[in-house]
């Protein structure tokens, strides 16, 4: 299969249609971004690589960020993460307070904004400098430098009342081991790195490799949580849109409302895709289109 | 690997340890079971079968048969399906009278309740002689004589009353079209039917290459509709435990409150297996640690 | 005072101004009444009688009816009948399912659907003839012959199903004794009956008097159960605008989607309102206004 | 009648039988009073007094003092205010946050505490030094010097958390204009005022009186707006038992966790009751049950 025609035959088609969807509005750093950004990365862990469009322009990850916050906290904690954060999907949107008043202050997994936040405070506990070790963590994956966005993490944090929201109401219940601000002060940085398709693709490798970078040879995580990990991007990694993309797409994936989107499937590739035109899911438009296509055309869902 | 002697080591372990769980009340023909029944069914495509314990005794499959009438309504109407029912996760329990406020009606995947009696509707609307029609459907899957469980039928007629309020809204909200009680009459006959591990293994084949029951050849569903509908599964599988049980299992599947569960891998294998007593998210305690115990052994998850 | 006057005064003033609103559309028999019908009745203890516009010609009074229903309930059954339907507010439409399944089938209020269908059935576990009697029971409050409209109360059975939803709710949670069917269509009835703004006035005013029908002189309900039953009204008399009705009007009273209100000041009169056109909360919207207007010019809050 | 035989008979009863419920845990202060505590007196306009117990002891009046924030703001920015807070009970408790999201940032009433919350906003965008300024409006109404309690305002500080995730939703909707942590600040201080019952009532004097302190014959509200305030007792100020209090008590009121209690029939006289333990919906259990047994002694309920 030529992989390369595929992505080309995609990029042409989804360009010659009307680009629809919306900026976010909230962050000024992802509302006055090009909306005509384009980019995908394909990368089989033989070696093979293939791209298009902007591959290459780094884009605010966002929410995407929470799977290494999650990595990290994991392959520290272990399973005693799940004394305190879940691993349900979390239905849609509306419900994030309503469930975090229902349970009792245990969010229903660490991808939504609740239990991002959880996974912050946990990493806080067990680092002795919790916002060096995590980017120390992604550099492992990326094999390069990374760094937090100043502007962003000032924007997040100038707007964040719901995070704010959310982080106080865990404390209520006790599931916040140190101070508000703190753990707000992480999750924000969190939420501001910058990466390209590219890098985001050799980034996820060692989810798609049992746990390893397949350059590095660095064990990130154990086998087993590696294949949890992606069990739950397959249920958790789109918000109200995790059926949807599971039923579409057919891989474990994560997204963020800067318009990446990664997907992965085990022991063959990662796939990274970027379009800031998000649908009234806060998914990126483009890039759901584009994977689903992609599945569509390459046959490699895992279903 | 040797299988035989996989399901050999956890069916023995598991049965030396406390039978936890209980039986649900609410039936009387399900709260009278044996609970000590205990059965698996391996089956490969490759024509490899696999058992043991009480792997030929029937069972009433439950909300299993969801997985058929979803089939036979998707085959008919193709994606328009869609138009009345989600692909969503559906959050909790405590959510779904809510949840069907919330978004009018419209449930958020074939397999909660509400949905499935959506599907009945839709059966009804398209199909002569629907519960006659849906059992021939489930014969071609099974290869053999399936019927509805008179007793187990009539039950669930006498304490409906949650279904009747579901199907109720539904209909308030204009999301069904024939009769209240002639919907829930197929709804009820649906839930009545029994099977054995072996034949529910034997059943699910079709979901596990392509849509084509690979006995009799016959194609059952599109291949993209076989992905699609594993895919949902996999997110919508197990009510309030889809992720915890994606998460351990990482197969598609499905569970029944009769204590059944259906697994798959695409492509290689059905495992069905059956202990009545359930946890308190309605699904089988033993089942599930079951089939944990068998992708763990057998490193056969999707992910 | 001329009170007279001021009945004239609002009359004319609120005739003056656009008929703003809706007609209900759910059922044919109030959809097609003419929306420009206006009467008030304001009829003191002392006999003092004053009214305007349309205040002699029947509408159907719906919700009304469920005060008398009620108050015959609490007469046979006393404060047991909280053991079966709360007395507080339900904050808002939305909530009406969710608070329900929240509160394990014992609805907020008896004038909520939900509580009006407990009561509904709690009148046919006591009555030999529970429509019937009911009907009596209205009859020596109105001093006058009240019959059932068998069109609404067709039109009622026929688009119900939103009822029918929160009557199954309430035996799946064992919160009604007889069958559903049965329970529904005494509801149905209940919300049947017709009525004219003089009629209306005249029949609360036992609970302006204490229990006492003050023409026949017939105790209906005991003092302190009149008191509790007015302090309900104020508190739960107008669904999810309660606390507008309360504090623009300060009156207790009971609204009905025909467009008529009944307030009453203890001790002092009763004041029927008929107007068709609904405002978003389904309470007469020139009911509302004229009723606020009323007491302002009065005085007459009891606050 | 004999109010203080009335007075006698209720404390002497009360007091004779175990005294059930529980102190509040989460602020030390409260947690630590003599639960033993109880006072009453009862206030007519006429100026005759009585009084019982521990009528002169000062306890923490928490959420009483809401209404004095209320008269406050509604006497500078008029109806304006309920643009930004409504006047419907509020439900239950578990509906605080639920009802905030969907009725975007609007609190349902000035009495729950995101209602407070925007209350306390509404002062210190209209007032030179609002902490200062209510206790001025405090005074006058008390007729005598009232202060802010340093260690309970400190306590609620230090666990608010709950109270800081409602100012951040308030916050993220709009709905605060200043800072959150000075409308918390102003919130918590609020919360932290000390009186008696001798006190209170004298305090509430105004709002029986159409707004007018009887002693300094000083205007606090307009007659409209003390009638609307005293409406809005009646419907809000118990929280989820504003229905079961109108009902038994039959008095407009406001309940504090401190265990404190005020109540008031318009034009006739107020009553203030204290005793710390608490019922499960939090307000003060012998307290109710006081005020209950007065209105029904002396038959003094509005309704």
């Known amino acids: 299969m030529n992989y390369q025609e595929i992505l080309n035959a995609i990029y042409h088609q989804i360009k010659s249609k009307p680009n629809d969807g919306e900026l976010p509005s909230y962050i000024p750093e992802l509302a006055r971004i090009n909306p005509e950004k384009f980019g995908i990365s394909l990368q089989f862990l033989t070696g093979e690589e293939y791209e298009i469009g902007d591959a290459h322009e780094q884009f605010s990850i966002q929410s995407i960020a929470k799977v290494f916050a999650f990595s990290l906290a994991i392959s520290i904690v272990g399973k005693k993460i799940f004394e305190r954060v879940g691993v349900e ?3 849609n949107a509306f419900n994030s307070l309503v469930q975090l008043e229902y349970e009792k202050g ?5 991808f939504i904004n609740a239990g991002a936040i959880v996974v912050a405070d946990i990493l806080i506990s067990n680092l002795p400098n919790p916002a060096m070790d995590l980017l120390t963590f992604i550099r492992k994956a990326a094999g390069k ?17 719901r995070n704010a929201a959310l982080a106080n ?3 209520s219940y006790g599931n916040l081991e140190n101070d508000v601000d703190k753990v707000l002060d992480l999750y924000f940085r969190l939420c501001s790195i910058s990466m390209s398709c590219n890098e985001l693709a050799t980034s996820f490798k060692y989810l798609c490799n049992g746990g390893v970078n397949p350059k590095s040879n660095e064990q990130l995580l154990s086998l087993s949580q590696t294949k949890r990990l992606n069990a739950l991007m397959q249920t958790c ?3 109200d849109e995790a059926g949807q993309f599971t039923y579409k797409v057919g891989l474990p994936g994560k997204s963020g409302v800067g318009g990446g989107i990664i997907a992965l499937y085990p022991e063959k590739f990662t796939i990274a895709v970027w379009s800031p ?3 009234p899911k806060g ?4 890039g759901m289109k584009a994977l689903e296509q992609f599945t569509t055309d390459s046959q490699l869902s895992i279903f």
């Open 89 to 91: 999907p979390s239905g």
């Open 106 to 110: 245990i969010p229903r997994n660490p």
């Open 145 to 161: 430098e990374i760094i937090y966005n100043e502007q962003v993490y000032q924007s997040e944090k100038k707007t964040g009342f």
């Open 169 to 171: 109401m865990l404390k």
């Open 237 to 239: 990694g789109f918000y």
């Open 277 to 279: 035109k998000l649908n």
């Open 283 to 286: 998914n990126s438009l483009r």
